[in-house]
């Protein structure tokens, strides 16, 4: 074929390229670069004919793949050769119907500078309208329910465009050509302000804004529609508020949550490196953990006990102006009763909330899924999940599924996952699975990914333990094969295939319970194995759980116990203790773990550190999980050195190191740092055992996974 001779290609575009504004990309692209042809998208993502010279059509494809808008992730560029049609124009095309959905969904996004910029200018049409948004920003993830991603398939459906919102919708050189949440003030959705019992209490969008941020102001509390769900605000420096949140919300020490008006904000709140400021200030607009500045000026129920905040950035346009007004830093925390999902329909709202907050601030653009804010924190300059939701959820992974499959997961901060070809979605947080509200939206939640993806499970697989509502729903499903999983190899496998690591590895799982192949609690455990299989290469030495699940809520019962297993079967209440019990339930509890009735065995290490928490009197009894390792690791004071001992290989008997702690607390010396030492101890003894199992296996890698060490 001579140089300079038309040629026509299929370029096939698979990856985040939906909702993101890459068709006018595309657009723009080809009428810049004399291409003529068109574009389109389908349920796989983009579809795109191109015709021109040879050297255009190139310059294209590597534009395509090194240029892309800033929300879209381009992971696959295909092309094939089709006939020239001698085509003269560029356009876009309508939708394609049908086929097997593919395409990925784009996440919610942080409301980008350009429309900031419109939501803050009084001459804009947009101006202070709390639902701007662009191709660019914006809800997505939260109100589509099915794709290809058109607006008829999301929450906004209902509202029609007005004239000038068609005109920017259909303009391919606009920025909201296509943005399916695109609206105004004249044709979209509004606010209103209500009383629990739903009666209106100001008029207009700007009418409820100002009564909202004036109810702040007097130190009301304010139920807020977001994104994913509904918030429960509040005044972070007023304490008796604050404290009245707690009271009824029923959340009487977990720390609530933070939305700073600004970076500069954030920074009177927590110590900011580049690592921290630059995740609170990304698109997906995390609650962000850090450590909190002596001076902040937060009530002390914020995050009582805690050395750490956590805080966000405004990341919609209503969060925006109820900051701005307000001139404050705000409590904005899940608008929940203690232990139940978040409420994210009005009706719903109203009816759970209405003993909780004074006032309601309810936009009518519906929300097709709840969605938790995510949290992380920086470890070692990286980001480390806390809770994967909205920001990041459903943004896929790469993992290569043999068949389609659903991992249920299990029963605390339960997420799921489905996967199929070669990737994989991770479900948006769905909390502990405990009661029916959390089981329902469990449900939900799978059957949502499971049309939006075009995913039918043929393989389910679920936690070993039989009680719990993930593996009861998994033997439930009719006509899908199913496969237990042990909990600690799942952490394995699930750490393994995160970094694409095939194994095999020795992996210090830690957590607070799990179902053992032998019938024990594990939590404690030393493995060996790969994606496949595991033998147990150690443990912590295991103890009994006195009353069972008594013993996770009330860690002085597992002091009881390990104090029996380390000094003799009735140890004497130690004064930390005696303080918040009485002797005759300390007594009962130590026959208990003596005779083993209702005490079943536990290699837990969160159990451990329980028991050290309660020794060293900072908590008998909890009201969160993980409560008592949370505050002793608070405790602890980072500039101390040393470490008791944890010998052992196969077994890690924390005996003599508990030995070693109580001469210490008796001796006077102070929490900080013995709670220092004893994270250095479980820090030291892991690595020396891991390191024994790897030497004799001839093994170079290394996982640390599990909850403690989050």
């Given at each position: 074929?001579?140089?300079?001779?038309?040629?026509?290609?299929?370029?096939?575009?698979e990856?985040?390229?939906?909702?993101?504004?890459?068709?006018?990309?595309?657009?723009?692209?080809?009428?810049?670069l004399?291409l003529?042809?068109w574009?389109?998208?389908?349920?796989?993502?983009?579809?795109?004919?191109?015709?021109?010279?040879?050297?255009?059509?190139?310059?294209?494809?590597?534009?395509?793949?090194?240029?892309?808008?800033?929300?879209?992730?381009?992971?696959?560029?295909?092309?094939?050769?089709?006939?020239?049609t001698?085509?003269?124009?560029?356009?876009?095309?309508?939708?394609?119907?049908?086929?097997?959905a593919?395409?990925?969904?784009?996440?919610?996004?942080?409301?980008?500078?350009?429309?900031?910029?419109e939501?803050?200018?009084?001459?804009?049409?947009?101006?202070?309208?709390?639902f701007?948004?662009?191709?660019?920003?914006?809800p997505?993830?939260?109100?589509?329910?099915?794709?290809?991603y058109?607006?008829?398939?999301?929450?906004?459906?209902?509202?029609?465009?007005?004239?000038?919102c068609?005109?920017?919708?259909?303009d391919?050189?606009?920025?909201r050509?296509?943005?399916?949440?695109?609206?105004?003030p004249?044709?979209g959705?509004?606010?209103?302000?209500?009383?629990?019992?739903?009666?209106?209490?100001?008029?207009?969008?700007?009418?409820?804004?100002?009564?909202?941020?004036?109810?702040?102001?007097e130190?009301?509390?304010?139920?807020?529609?977001?994104?994913?769900?509904?918030?429960?605000?509040?005044?972070?420096?007023?304490?008796a508020?604050?404290?009245?949140?707690?009271?009824?919300?029923?959340?009487?020490?977990?720390?609530?949550?933070?939305?700073?008006?600004?970076?500069e904000?954030?920074?009177?709140?927590v110590?900011l490196?580049?690592?921290?400021?630059?995740?609170l200030?990304?698109?997906?607009?995390?609650i962000?953990?850090?450590?909190?500045?002596?001076?902040?000026?937060?009530a002390?129920?914020?995050?009582?006990?805690?050395?750490?905040?956590?805080?966000?950035?405004p990341?919609?346009?209503?969060?925006?102006?109820?900051?701005?007004?307000?001139?404050?830093?705000l409590?904005?925390?899940?608008?929940?009763?203690?232990?139940?999902?978040?409420?994210?329909?009005?009706?719903?709202?109203?009816?759970?909330?209405?003993?909780?907050?004074?006032v309601?601030?309810?936009?009518d653009?519906?929300?097709?899924?709840?969605?938790?804010?995510?949290?992380?924190?920086?470890?070692?300059?990286?980001?480390?999940?806390?809770?994967?939701?909205?920001?990041?959820?459903?943004?896929?992974?790469?993992?290569?599924?043999?068949?389609?499959?659903?991992?249920?997961?299990?029963?605390?901060?339960?997420?799921?996952?489905?996967?199929?070809?070669?990737?994989?979605?991770?479900?948006?947080?769905?909390?502990?699975?405990?009661?029916?509200?959390?089981?329902?939206?469990?449900?939900?939640?799978?059957?949502?990914?499971?049309?939006?993806?075009?995913?039918?499970?043929?393989?389910?697989?679920?936690d070993?333990?039989?009680?719990?509502?993930?593996?009861k729903?998994?033997?439930?499903?009719?006509g899908?094969?199913?496969?237990?999983?042990?909990?600690?190899?799942?952490?394995?496998?699930?750490c393994?295939?995160?970094?694409?690591?095939?194994?095999?590895?020795?992996?210090?799982?830690?957590d607070?319970?799990?179902y053992?192949?032998?019938?024990?609690?594990?939590?404690?455990?030393?493995?060996?194995?790969?994606?496949?299989?595991?033998?147990r290469?150690?443990?912590?030495?295991?103890?009994?759980?006195?009353?069972?699940?008594?013993?996770?809520?009330?860690?002085w019962?597992?002091?009881?116990?390990?104090?029996?297993?380390?000094?003799g079967?009735?140890?004497?209440?130690?004064?930390?203790?005696?303080?918040?019990?009485?002797?005759?339930d300390?007594?009962?509890?130590?026959?208990?773990?003596?005779?083993?009735?209702?005490?079943?065995?536990?290699?837990?290490?969160?159990?451990?550190?329980?028991?050290?928490?309660?020794?060293?009197?900072?908590?008998?009894?909890?009201?969160?999980?993980?409560?008592?390792?949370?505050?002793?690791?608070?405790?602890?004071?980072?500039a101390?050195?040393?470490?008791?001992?944890l010998?052992?290989?196969?077994?890690l008997?924390?005996?003599?190191?508990?030995?070693a702690?109580?001469?210490?607390?008796?001796?006077?010396?102070?929490?900080?740092?013995?709670?220092?030492?004893?994270?250095?101890?479980?820090a030291?003894?892991?690595?020396?055992?891991?390191?024994?199992?790897?030497?004799?296996?001839?093994?170079?890698?290394?996982?640390l996974?599990?909850?403690?060490?989050?």
């Open positions: 074929m001579r140089v300079g001779a038309r040629q026509r290609l299929r370029v096939r575009v990856g985040t390229v939906q909702g993101v504004g890459f068709r006018p990309f595309v657009y723009r692209l080809a009428t810049e004399g003529a042809g574009v389109l998208n389908d349920s796989r993502g983009v579809l795109i004919e191109a015709e021109g010279e040879r050297e255009a059509l190139e310059a294209m494809l590597e534009r395509l793949r090194t240029e892309p808008p800033p929300l879209a992730i381009v992971e696959r560029v295909a092309e094939e050769a089709v006939a020239v001698g085509q003269l124009s560029f356009t876009i095309t309508e939708s394609a119907e049908g086929g097997e593919e395409a990925a969904v784009s996440p919610d996004m942080a409301t980008c500078e350009d429309c900031l910029a939501l803050f200018d009084p001459s804009d049409r947009r101006h202070r309208y709390p701007i948004n662009c191709t660019n920003c914006g997505r993830f939260t109100i589509v329910r099915g794709v290809p058109d607006r008829p398939l999301t929450t906004m459906a209902s509202f029609e465009m007005c004239e000038l068609r005109a920017e919708y259909e391919p050189l606009d920025r050509f296509h943005a399916q949440p695109n609206a105004c004249v044709c959705p509004s606010l209103r302000l209500v009383d629990p019992a739903g009666r209106p209490l100001a008029d207009g969008t700007e009418g409820a804004l100002e009564a909202a941020v004036l109810a702040i102001a130190g009301r509390i304010v139920a807020v529609k977001g994104l994913g769900g509904y918030h429960l605000a509040c005044r972070a420096d007023d304490e508020v604050v404290a009245e949140l707690r009271s009824r919300k029923h959340r009487e020490d977990k720390p609530f949550a933070l939305m700073a008006p600004s970076a904000a954030a920074l009177e709140l110590e490196d580049d690592a921290v400021g630059a995740l200030a990304s698109r997906e607009r995390p962000v953990l850090a450590s909190r500045r002596p001076d902040a000026s937060v002390q129920s914020v995050a009582p006990r805690s050395r750490e905040l956590g805080v966000m950035l990341y919609s346009p209503l969060h925006h102006l109820l900051l701005a007004d307000a001139g404050v830093v409590v904005m925390t899940s608008a929940n009763v203690s232990d139940e999902p978040i409420a994210y329909r009005d009706e719903d709202a109203l009816e759970r909330l209405a003993r909780i907050a004074d309601f601030l309810i936009g653009r519906p929300i097709e899924t709840r969605t938790d804010d995510s949290v992380v924190r920086v470890v070692s300059g990286r980001p480390l999940f806390l809770r994967r939701s909205r920001g990041y959820v459903p943004r896929d992974l790469p993992l290569r599924a043999p068949r389609p499959i659903l991992a249920c997961g299990a029963e605390l901060k339960n997420t799921f996952c489905l996967a199929k070809g070669e990737r994989a979605w991770v479900g948006h947080h769905i909390g502990d699975l405990k009661n029916y509200e959390t089981l329902r939206s469990f449900t939900e939640g799978i059957e949502h990914f499971e049309t939006l993806f075009a995913v039918s499970p043929e393989l389910v697989a679920h070993l333990h039989p009680e719990y509502l993930s593996t729903y998994a033997l439930e499903r009719d899908v094969e199913t496969v237990g999983v042990q909990h600690h190899h799942a952490h394995l496998a699930a393994l295939a995160e970094h694409r690591e095939a194994g095999p590895a020795v992996g210090a799982i830690f607070g319970t799990g053992g192949p032998d019938g024990t609690v594990w939590g404690g455990e030393l493995l060996v194995g790969d994606r496949r299989d595991f033998r290469g150690g443990r912590l030495h295991a103890v009994r759980m006195p009353g069972g699940e008594r013993a996770i809520r009330q860690p019962r597992m002091a009881c116990s390990w104090l029996s297993e380390t000094l079967e009735q140890p004497p209440i130690p004064p930390t203790i005696a303080e918040s019990v009485s002797e005759d300390w007594g009962k509890v130590a026959d208990l773990a003596r005779s083993g009735l209702a005490s079943p065995v536990t290699t837990s290490v969160g159990r451990l550190f329980d028991a050290v928490a309660a020794l060293c009197g900072i908590r008998a009894d909890v009201n969160y999980e993980g409560q008592a390792a949370v505050e002793l690791e608070a405790a602890a004071d980072p101390v050195r040393g470490a008791y001992p010998p052992g290989v196969e077994l008997d924390a005996r003599e190191m508990l030995t702690l109580l001469a210490d607390l008796g001796a006077g010396v102070p929490v900080p740092e013995v709670a220092t030492k004893f994270h250095n101890s479980v030291e003894g892991t690595a020396h055992a891991c390191a024994e199992l790897a030497r004799a296996d001839g093994i170079e890698l290394a996982v996974s599990g909850g403690v060490f989050q």
